[in-house]
């Protein structure tokens, strides 16, 4: 059992920055792959970045691709990701989510993950 906690969410002006934190309790988090969804009122849930489990390869939605950056330290259990030039179109509710899936080119769809996080709120204004 993994359990996610995400911290780090706000209100932000276009242009500025956040950097998200996904806490995970448990021994498995250096075995697992690690990706950041968000979701939008009234849109599906939509994969913006993935992260396999030594952190080597990572993976980003072309939404984000440049602007926002996946990391993870597995001595502190920890995955984070940094949001830059942020747009209001990047307003969601964000939440991390854990894999056992090695595969990193099967991280993309919601359903390859396994634990979810209750998700943060990032609102980013005109």
């Known amino acids: 059992q993994v359990q996610l906690v995400e911290s780090g969410g706000g209100l932000v002006q276009a242009g500025g920055s956040l950097r998200l934190s996904c806490v995970a309790s448990?021994?498995?988090?250096?075995?697992?792959?690690m990706g950041w969804f968000r979701q939008a009122p009234g849109k599906e849930r939509e994969f913006v970045a993935a992260i396999t489990r030594s952190g080597r390869s990572t993976y980003y939605a072309d939404s984000v691709k440049g602007r926002f950056t996946i990391s993870r330290d597995n001595a502190k259990n920890t995955m984070y990701l940094l949001m830059n030039s942020l747009k209001p179109e990047d307003t969601a509710v964000y939440f991390c989510a854990a894999s056992r899936t090695t595969n990193g080119n099967s991280l993309f769809p919601p359903k390859a993950y396994d634990y979810w996080g209750q998700g943060t709120q990032v609102t980013v204004s005109p």
């Open positions: 448990g021994r498995t988090f250096s075995t697992s792959s």
